[in-house]
């Protein structure tokens, strides 16, 4: 619903009683996040410069990822870029969507970072001495990577979105937002958890055509697929991903049938390719160098155990949460 401006009151007109008056800390917070979109965009613009410094340099052009397959991240820095600075503008004006989107967006922000770093802690020693070749990193090299990486991923998967939710929780916020903008908005009739499975969804409908674009080779119940058939699999994955979001906001429990199974398909085909192909065979269909495959080669067969449990847990705790959802949904006979 569209919101305008009549009878909106201006952030000093707030009632001193009631609600606690939250305007300054959205527009401090809108701020951030308006730079922190500004960061993202940053980075989609290092990609294809880091690339061509080092076309530029002879002894690092063999080293150099194809374009093509670099597009994925492109695109997710683009789309976080627009998603903060979108959220930023919706805090600095207090729109009563901005603190839902925001909790949500954090909560997943938030798991997903609690479940990947140790994942990175574990698995980044490993990618780093099998990939270093002849010239193997020593030890302590190794070692102080490994804890620049986890205290940078720890700042930015979870300190980040930690402070995010305690800035935008409690009836302080909400009642800011409400003054300020009385109109009804999207989010009044969406459960939190249910809008965090619409943004995952969501974000999967923008992100999955990037790979379509990167020419990933999709996994297919033992082996890699690669060309059309993996792009238009990623298309129609792209578009099954946004009905299902659809679907989810208007709570129809044929979306969350739909999601468990193609979710529960999925976990079998990944897993099951892992264990027969091997994940280096992700690699082999995408024009890289020897030199790069090799390296490649090297880093997967080191981390495919962790990297099967992980897929497999990930995925388990996904039906899990959408288990966790189904009181959510309409009863299938339910009338209109």
Known sequence: ??????????????????????SSRLTAMGILMIIGGVFCALMALM????????????AARANVMPLRMMLPNILFYTIAAAFWIWMGIGSIK??????????????????????????????LPKALSAGAGATALPAAAVVVVTIVTGIICLFM???????LILCYRGPGV???????????????????????????????????????????????????VGGWAAELAY??????????????????????????????????????????????????????????????????????PEMLIF???WCIAIIGYLVWLRRYFMPVRESV
């Not at 619903?1 to 939250?22: H, I, Q, R, W």
């Not at 990609?47 to 002879?58: C, E, G, R, V």
């Not at 009804?184 to 995952?200: K, Q, V």
């Open 235 to 304: 298309l129609l994955a792209a578009g099954l991903a946004a009905l299902a979001a659809r679907g989810f906001y208007r709570r129809q429990v044929a979306a969350w049938w739909g999601t468990v199974a193609l979710l529960a398909i999925f976990c079998h085909s990944v897993c099951s390719t892992i264990t027969k192909a091997g994940l280096v065979g992700y690699y082999q269909d995408m024009g890289l160098a020897k030199e790069q495959l090799a390296t490649y080669a090297k880093m997967m067969s080191a981390m495919e």
């Open 94 to 123: 207090a729109r009563r969507w901005a603190p839902a989107v925001i909790l949500a967006g954090s909560w997943m922000w938030l798991v997903c970072g609690v479940v990947a770093l140790p994942l990175v802690i574990i698995l």
């Open 47 to 58: 990609i294809p410069a880091m690339m061509a410094l080092q076309q530029a340099i002879p």
């Open 1 to 22: 619903m569209t919101e305008t401006a009549a009878n909106v009151p201006p952030p000093s007109a707030l009632p001193v009683s009631g609600p606690k008056n939250c």
């Open 157 to 163: 998967y979870i300190v980040i979105p930690a402070l």
């Open 174 to 224: 909400k009642g800011t937002c409400e003054l300020r903008n009385p109109a009804p908005s999207w989010t009044d009739s969406c459960p939190l958890p249910l809008l965090a499975m619409i943004l995952m969804l969501g974000g999967m409908a923008i992100t999955l055509p990037g790979c379509a674009l990167g020419g990933y080779p999709l996994p297919f119940f033992g082996r890699f």
């Open 311 to 313: 897929t497999l847990a």
